[in-house]
Nanobody
């Protein structure tokens, strides 16, 4: 059974940084593009960042470009999201997931059930 467990969220002030982690278990994810997504209160879930299986290609939502960095450690089945210069509008529950392609990550055509996510709250 595939399991995705996100962690690292918290309450920070605007301008501060956080590093989110995603532990994937139940299968080997090293051959799959991975992504981070978020859902703010009252809004639909949206794409945040995506990473090719080898880690050489990344894509970002315009709203986070230049502030967030996605990375992966395939040996550990881990995916990370480094978030800097956080803004109140980044407040959301953050999720990770895999997809058959990087375009699929961007389109949120994910392969597995969503995990519990990790809450990020940015105060002004």
């Amino acid at each position: 059974q595939v399991q995705l467990v996100e962690s690292g969220g918290g309450l920070v002030q605007a301008g501060e940084s956080l590093r989110l982690s995603c532990a994937a278990s139940g299968r080997t994810f090293r051959n799959y593009p991975m992504g981070w997504f978020r859902q703010a209160p009252g809004k639909e879930r949206e794409f945040v960042a995506g990473l090719s299986w080898g880690g050489g290609v990344t894509v970002y939502a315009d709203s986070v470009k230049g502030r967030f960095t996605i990375s992966r450690d395939n040996a550990k089945n881990m995916v990370y999201l480094e978030m800097t210069s956080l803004k109140p509008e980044d407040t959301a529950v953050y999720y990770c997931n895999a997809a058959p392609s990087l375009s699929g990550v961007q389109a949120m055509l994910v392969s597995y059930s969503w995990g519990q996510g990790t809450q990020v709250t940015v105060s002004s």
